[in-house]
């Protein structure tokens, strides 16, 4: 087995790597390419200046990872222009988050960095105006069932992904950090607030709010699948922005959008997983924060563990389990008891009734499907 704090090593410090063994560098890099992280440490060997020290055969793995990791990050900026010119159009402000926020600003932790889609935010009147726009334009929903349409519409934080007719790029478009179904979806008038302009015009959230939404994606949510490649994000930006400013904001954002619990998660991983040491200001609030018995049986038993990449190099028993209980927790939160009760029989109904008589049986048809 694989220690996840022994990755983080080698993704922070790459020198580490030269003394690895051919068989160790071999479940490395099968590890890093699960994680979504194997073109980020190309680029952070190539910082540290020991990437020509690797192995051959590592080399050419980081190499071929590090070109696709270019190549989609052209690609990011070609939809974000795109996008920017259409939004402007109509004079909707949009902001873009997570992956394409780091491409556009070409941040440390961009470098290498892969996501699955495009992520925007825009304030909530204008969503609707937004979303015909973009269907006007070549940008499509995918048919949906009548109560999956309506847990976006009524429930989550976002819009139904909308898919590009000729270059299959998906958006999804937001209207708040979190759903506001859970009673926890913050004010984002001050998140939109913070946008910054990026050299091709687009916008993306100031450094501070870019880590409390990375925070908030990633320790208030039911997926720990990436959370090794969220966690790098996070060590880099706050690496790379850091100072005194940035670590007010961050703990004050932390206090107005209720996500404190979220933040010391975040903190105390950090300390577990890195040796970056935080600032006076960022261990006075761990040492000093009121955890629960409960929360900190969580923090250790379920957030900590549930960093790991999954693969079976890596995960143990204690992994699974953490990663299990991030997931029913990540539910419960969510939403409220009954609509979560609601939520989990519909859905176990339609797949029990998918696995009986066919995935597509039930599908919307799409002439009659008003998204298309």
């Known amino acids: 087995m694989i220690d996840t704090r022994s990755l983080f090593s080698l993704l922070l410090e790459p020198k580490v790597g030269v003394d690895y063994s051919l068989s160790y560098w071999q479940e490395v890099i099968f590890i890093l390419r699960e994680a979504k992280v194997l073109a980020s440490l190309y680029h952070s060997a ?37 996008l920017r010119l259409l ?21 440390s932790n961009s ?39 309506k847990y976006y519409r009524q429930w ?6 909308l898919i590009h007719l000729n270059r299959a790029t998906v958006v999804d478009m937001h209207h708040n950090l979190y759903p506001p179904i859970s009673g926890r979806s913050p004010d984002v008038s001050s998140f939109i607030a913070s946008r910054q302009k990026t050299q091709n015009g687009c916008f993306v959230l100031d450094p501070a709010s870019t880590v409390m939404h990375s925070i908030i994606h990633m320790f208030a949510n039911e997926d720990s699948s990436s959370w090794m490649r969220d966690m790098l994000d996070i060590l880099l930006l706050i690496e790379e922005f850091g100072d005194d400013a940035f670590w007010l ?49 969580l923090l250790e038993n379920a957030f900590i563990p549930a960093v790991a990449p999954e693969h079976d190099q890596v995960l143990g028993r204690r992994h699974k389990v953490a990663k299990n209980i991030v997931y029913l927790r990540g539910h419960w939160i969510k939403m409220p008891t009954s609509i979560l009760f609601k939520h989990f029989v519909i859905k176990l109904f339609l797949s029990l009734r998918d696995q009986l008589v066919g995935k597509h049986q039930f599908d919307p048809k799409l002439p009659n499907n008003p998204n298309w």
């Open 87 to 107: 939004f402007e159009e109509i004079d909707v402000t949009a902001i873009f988050l997570k992956g394409a926020g780091y491409t556009l600003r070409d941040s």
């Open 46 to 82: 190539q910082r540290h200046g020991c990437l020509n020290q690797y192995p051959e055969f590592a080399q050419k793995h980081l190499n071929s990872a590090q070109v696709y990791a270019d190549r989609q990050a052209l690609q990011i900026n070609f939809e974000a222009s795109e």
């Open 156 to 161: 989550a934080h976002e819009i139904p992904p």
């Open 249 to 297: 904001k961050l703990l004050d954002l932390s206090k107005q959008t209720g996500f404190n619990f979220e933040t010391l998660c975040c903190l105390r991983s950090i300390q577990y997983y890195s040796e970056i040491l935080l600032p006076e200001i960022a261990q006075q609030f761990v040492a000093n924060f009121p955890l629960s018995k409960r929360q900190a049986w």
């Open 111 to 149: 470098r290498g960095r892969i996501c699955s889609d495009i992520d925007v935010l825009v304030n909530q009147q204008d969503l609707a105006k937004a979303e015909a726009h973009l269907k006007s334009r070549r940008w499509k929903s995918e048919p949906l069932s009548d109560y999956d349409e």
